[in-house]
């Protein structure tokens, strides 16, 4: 059979998400400091986008009134004094908006562990050679203080990438010099270890040689809370086991984190709420906490130009300025759907989960009622994917605190009753709080004095959510009373 070309019609139903679409949704998801974030880069990139008080004040704007400085003028480019370049500093460097020029005064920075290991060690009567060895080693370090790699390996190392020919005895004995220098515990392989140089740099005492003891022979003993195997095998009194204990606890298993905590500070995720619910009687008040400045169109590009027929450089003009006007009242008409959308998602929580923000005044979380995607979509109108996205990263500030918009979805825990899984963590908790220390309840204990309180709830489920809460299993919360 010859081949032959032919044409077909064919029907076909596509669904595609507009790239305005697209991009509310980008927009929708993103939270409060990221969406200030986006809205300055847009003011830069943008020169149709202007901010509504920047506007009024060039409408307003009196030529008279200009007397800045040069070098005021030049800093106006700037957005704050952070990103004044280095050549504003100097004999006469510049200090802040309208503090004039001021000597710079230098910063202190954060202290490393490395840092702290490599100053003790140049104190020390060292060689080059064992400095070098020395550094080597401390830069095996984690930031807890604990000894990343072995002494076999490090050697290798050191002999591949500087040159040195070194032992293993050499680099043993650099790391014996580290583990005796501050902070204690530091260069320990791993907890145990850790534990035992600390107790070592304690004051010698009958305590500390029983605390010693325990750690170095009986710490599997220890770490599962078997007291009376202790007891036995220490052949001591249980007033006594529990002061060595307290010794112990009082170790710190990390020893390199506090030198850590300058730099960790700077990476401290800061909660920025997005909403505010104030509550006065009956009535609650749900507002958007908009750190946005309010936009519109810059006035030179609200007048479009008709372009002359001859002009070529005058029709791309045009085509520019109507392109930006374009592109910045779609932002504005973004923005404004956004937060739109976020006032209606928020307005719909707070009123499903009206028992909490009213009754329990925003701190009892027992009170908070099952609720699921769909429950605020019947309620909104919108998709499933516009409130997850509206809900993400978002936190609500509420007079008993800062709360995750998360923290209101829950599943039912069965199909009965309305019993969400907040109320029954909330009763779990209160009963391990009053359990008897020394005898601590387990899983099934828990689970049968929840179900005498009326909850029809599993074994599985408590373990479930007892291990979400962080509660460690009976055996772990056993103490010496």
């Given amino acids: 059979?010859?081949?032959s070309l032919n044409l077909s019609q064919q029907l076909r139903l596509q669904q595609k998400l507009s790239p305005l679409q697209v991009r509310f949704g980008r927009m929708l998801e993103m939270t409060g400091p990221e969406f200030e974030d986006e809205v300055q880069r847009m003011l830069d990139d943008n020169p149709a986008l202007a901010s509504a008080d920047t506007q009024l004040a060039a409408d307003t704007f009196d030529a008279g009134q200009f007397d800045e400085t040069a070098e005021q003028v030049q800093l106006a480019?700037?957005?704050?004094?952070?990103?004044?370049?280095?050549?504003?500093?100097?004999?006469?460097?510049?200090?802040?908006?309208?503090a004039g020029f001021v000597e710079p005064m230098a910063t202190d920075t954060s202290v490393t562990l490395l840092d702290t290991i490599e100053q003790?060690?140049?104190?020390?009567?060292l060689s080059e050679r064992e400095l070098q060895i020395g550094r080597y080693v401390a830069g095996n370090l984690d930031d807890n203080g604990y000894l990343t790699r072995d002494v076999f390996s490090m050697a290798l190392d050191i002999d591949e990438h500087t040159g040195i020919n070194v032992s293993t005895g050499q680099v043993q004995h650099m790391l014996d010099i580290i583990r005796t220098l501050d902070p204690p515990g530091v260069g320990a392989v791993d907890l145990r270890d850790c534990l035992i140089l600390q107790l070592r740099r304690k004051p010698e005492s009958r305590l500390?040689?029983?605390?010693?003891?325990?750690?170095?022979?009986?710490f599997d003993l220890f770490s599962l809370k078997h007291y009376k195997k202790l007891v036995s095998a220490l052949n001591v009194s249980e007033a006594e086991l529990k002061d060595a204990l307290n010794i112990i606890r009082q170790l710190n298993p990390k020893p390199g984190s506090f030198l850590q905590s300058d730099a960790n500070d700077e990476?401290?995720?800061?909660?920025?709420?997005?909403f505010s619910v104030e509550i006065d009687g009956d009535t609650v008040t749900v507002s958007l906490l908009n750190r946005v400045p309010e936009l519109a169109v810059e006035t030179s590009f609200t007048v479009e130009a008709e372009p002359k027929a001859a002009?070529?450089?005058?029709?791309?003009?045009?085509?520019?300025?109507?392109?930006?006007?374009?592109?910045?009242?779609?932002?504005?008409?973004?923005?404004?759907m956004r937060q739109n959308t976020l006032l209606r998602v928020m307005e719909a929580i707070v009123k499903l989960q009206r028992d909490f923000f009213v009754d329990g005044a925003c701190s009892d979380t027992s009170l908070i009622r099952p609720m699921i995607l769909k429950d605020v979509s019947a309620l909104t109108g919108y998709d499933l994917s516009v409130i997850s996205r509206a809900t993400a990263g978002k936190y609500v500030a509420t007079p008993a605190g800062v709360y995750p918009i998360k923290l209101f979805f829950n599943e039912r825990t069965n199909d009965t009753d309305d019993t969400s899984a907040h109320e029954i963590m909330s009763a779990l908790r209160?009963?391990?709080?009053?359990?008897?220390?020394?005898?601590?309840?387990?899983?099934?204990?828990?689970?049968?004095?929840?179900?005498?309180?009326?909850?029809?709830?599993a074994r599985r489920t408590v373990a479930k959510y007892r291990e979400r809460m962080g509660i460690p299993v009976g055996r772990l919360r056993k103490e010496i009373l």
Avoid: C, W
């Fill in 1 to 3: 059979m010859e081949e």
């Fill in 77 to 98: 480019d700037y957005a704050n004094d952070d990103e004044v370049p280095p050549q504003f500093y100097g004999a006469s460097g510049y200090q802040g908006t309208g």
């Fill in 120 to 125: 003790q060690l140049a104190e020390l009567r």
């Fill in 208 to 218: 500390q040689k029983l605390a010693l003891e325990i750690v170095v022979h009986y």
């Fill in 267 to 274: 990476k401290t995720h800061h909660i920025i709420p997005d």
């Fill in 311 to 336: 002009g070529r450089s005058q029709t791309q003009a045009v085509a520019f300025v109507r392109q930006k006007r374009e592109e910045a009242m779609e932002f504005m008409r973004l923005l404004k």
């Fill in 430 to 457: 209160k009963i391990v709080e009053e359990e008897d220390k020394g005898h601590p309840l387990s899983d099934d204990s828990i689970t049968a004095l929840l179900q005498a309180k009326g909850y029809d709830i």
